[in-house]
Antibody, heavy 119, light 107 residues
Framework: QVTLKESGPALVNPTQTLTLTCSFS??????????VSWIRQPPGKALEWLAR???????FYVTSLKTRLTISKDTSKNQVVLTMTNMDPVDTATYFC???????????WGQGTVVIVSS | SYVLTQPPSVSVAPGQTARMTCGGN??????VHWYQQRPGQAPVLVVY???DRPSGIPERFSGSNSGNTATLTISRVEAGDEADYYC??????????FGGGTKLTVL
């Protein structure tokens, strides 16, 4: 059974750096073809893909946020970490991590973690 | 950048067929994936690669894709199908593109 769970701060001050952790089980990121992505959803709005990391440590980012995002993995801990710098109120959203099949089919999702950016 | 257009809402009576469209320039040349998101929950993959269903997804869910329109069809709609539905593709310039979502209301 594949499970993913996001964790991180619920409240972040503007200009701060956000660090989110995705802890997963039921698969390994050391297995060829495995990938994990981060996706966010502002309140009442659509989904937005942010970043992806592959089994071979290849990394991909949404162009509009590329300078602010860093994705990394700890294979031994079955975790993927996303950092986003210079947080702004418009970054308020639910952040999801998802196992990613092929290049971009999100076949298992975490429950999401709500992040509010406010002073 | 590539844009996917979905109607904001679709309404259907129980037992009827719901069809939700996803428009994009020559979308028929891309693989389209569909997600169901019930209120307060994470999205769930219901159709991938235009027409395939993950294990556990009822046969009532089906997809098609041709020309400039992809369609998710739900047959014999049930109250539990009420949710937001998002289409998604890969685009070589934007990586991932999601549509704006369609809210399915079961009357």
């Amino acid at each position: 059974q594949v499970t993913l769970k996001e964790s991180g701060p619920a409240l972040v001050n503007p200009t701060q750096t956000l660090t989110l952790t995705c802890s997963f089980s039921g698969f390994s990121l050391s297995t060829t073809g495995m990938r994990v992505s981060w996706i966010r959803q502002p309140p009442g709005k659509a989904l937005e893909w942010l970043a992806r990391i592959d089994w071979d440590d290849d990394k991909f980012y949404v162009t509009s946020l590329k300078t602010r995002l860093t994705i990394s993995k700890d294979t031994s801990k079955n975790q993927v970490v996303l950092t986003m710098t210079n947080m702004d109120p418009v970054d308020t959203a639910t952040y999801f991590c998802a196992r990613t099949r092929s290049m971009y089919v999100f076949d298992a999702w975490g429950q999401g973690t709500v992040v509010i950016v406010s002073s | 950048s590539y844009v996917l257009t979905q109607p904001p809402s679709v309404s259907v009576a129980p037992g009827q067929t719901a069809r939700m469209t996803c428009g994009g320039n020559n979308i028929g040349s891309k693989s389209v994936h569909w997600y169901q998101q019930r209120p307060g929950q994470a999205p769930v993959l219901v159709v991938y690669d235009d027409t395939d269903r993950p294990s556990g997804i009822p046969e009532r869910f089906s997809g098609s894709n041709s020309g400039n329109t992809a369609t998710l069809t739900i047959s014999r709609v049930e109250a539990g199908d009420e949710a937001d539905y998002y289409c998604q593709v890969w685009d070589n310039s934007d990586h991932v593109v999601f549509g704006g979502g369609t809210k399915l209301t079961v009357l």
